[in-house]
C-alpha cells in the first residue's frame, strides 16, 4: 500500500503526519511502527493523523501513535505541527482550530510571529487520575503541592526518588535535578516509565530549574524514549515547578531540540498554554507492506 506523508519537527521531537480526512487507511500498530522506524521506515517518535470533524463545533479529530505502534492521549508537540499542517495544506484558514483528542479538546492557535500556541487545558494532580497507584505512600508537602518518593526496581538499596505527578491528558513523572546533562535519564527513565505504580506507564521528566523564569528539562517519553522536545512534558514540568513555589507564571523551557513558552496562572481551573515552532521537513510517499509483525 502506497501512502503520502508529511514529515515534521516541533523542537526537535519529529512526526510523520498523515491526513485521513477523505478516508481511513486503516493502519495497524504494526505498519505505524513501520512508519516511525528510522531505518526501514520514514523516522519518528510518533504518527499524526488528520481526521474530519467528530462533531459540532470541532474542527478536526487528531489520532496519535506512539513510535511502538500504541495510541495515546495526547501530544503537545505534536499538536502544534497538527495545526501548521491544516493551514498550509489549505485544510483550514481559520488561525484557531478546535480539535479533538483522547484526552479532551484542545484549541491550537497560530501567532504573528509563525509560531503556535496551544491551550493544552487544565493540568490535573489527583493520583487517580494518571493514574498513579499511591497506596502505602506519604508525599512530602511543598509549596501547594507535593512530591512522591519512588522506589525504582533493581535499587532497592538506592534513595527513592522524589516525583511530582501530573496529567495534562497524558501521565507525567516529574523529578528535580542539579543538571540535566549529568541526569541518568537512560538508567532511569525506563524503570519511571514502566513502574508498577503506574498502570498506564508514564512520561519521566527531569527538571532544573536555572531561575524562576528558566529551566531545562529532558524527558523519557511512554512508549518512545528520550525525545529531543516534549510538549506535554514541558506543561508537566511547569506546572509541577509553580505548585511546588519554584517557579513564575511564564517559563522559558530549554530541551535537546529548542525552546518552548509554558505558561500557566497557577488556578486549577486555568489551563496551561504551551507556544514553540513547528516546522514541516519534508513531503514524500511510502510503500508499506501489508503484511508486518
Not at 507535593?146 to 497524558?170: E, H, R, Y
Not at 525525545?227 to 512534558?233: F, I, R, S, V, W
Amino acid at each position: 500500500m502506497k501512502i503520502r506523508f508529511t514529515k515534521m519537527q516541533g523542537a526537535g521531537n519529529d512526526f510523520v503526519v498523515l491526513d485521513e480526512t477523505r478516508g481511513r487507511l486503516g493502519l495497524s500498530a504494526a505498519q505505524y511502527r513501520f512508519l516511525a522506524d528510522r531505518h526501514f521506515g520514514v523516522g519518528a517518535d510518533q504518527i499524526l493523523t488528520v481526521r474530519p470533524s467528530p462533531a459540532e463545533g470541532i474542527d478536526f479529530e487528531y489520532v496519535i501513535h506512539n513510535a511502538d505502534g500504541c495510541e495515546v492521549q495526547q501530544c503537545g508537540n505534536g499538536a502544534r505541527c497538527f495545526a501548521r499542517y491544516v493551514h498550509d495544506k489549505g485544510l483550514s484558514a481559520k488561525d484557531t482550530i478546535r480539535v479533538q483528542t483522547q484526552s479532551g479538546v484542545i484549541a491550537p492557535r497560530l501567532t504573528p510571529d509563525g509560531r503556535v500556541t496551544v491551550d493544552m487545558g487544565r493540568p490535573r494532580f489527583d493520583p487517580a487520575q494518571l493514574p498513579f497507584d499511591a497506596t502505602g505512600l506519604t508525599p512530602v508537602p511543598q509549596g501547594l503541592g507535593q512530591k512522591w518518593p519512588l522506589t525504582l526496581d533493581g535499587q532497592a538499596q538506592a534513595a527513592p526518588v522524589f516525583i511530582a505527578i501530573v496529567s495534562m491528558g497524558n501521565p507525567h513523572a516529574v523529578q528535580l535535578v542539579e543538571d540535566v546533562d549529568t541526569a541518568p535519564v537512560q538508567q532511569t527513565g525506563p524503570l519511571i516509565e514502566n513502574h508498577v505504580r503506574f498502570p498506564e506507564r508514564v512520561n519521566a521528566g527531569y527538571l532544573q530549574i536555572v531561575d524562576r523564569g528558566h529551566v531545562r528539562l529532558r524527558v523519557f517519553e511512554r512508549g518512545v524514549g528520550e525525545t529531543l522536545a516534549c510538549g506535554t512534558g514541558a506543561c508537566a514540568a511547569v506546572a509541577s515547578g509553580i505548585r511546588l513555589g519554584l517557579l513564575d507564571s511564564e517559563v522559558q523551557v530549554d530541551m535537546r531540540g529548542g525552546r518552548l513558552t509554558i505558561a500557566w496562572s497557577g488556578a486549577g481551573t486555568d489551563s496551561v498554554f504551551m507556544t514553540g515552532p513547528a516546522t514541516t521537513v519534508f513531503e514524500g510517499q511510502i510503500d508499506i507492506p501489508d503484511t508486518l509483525s
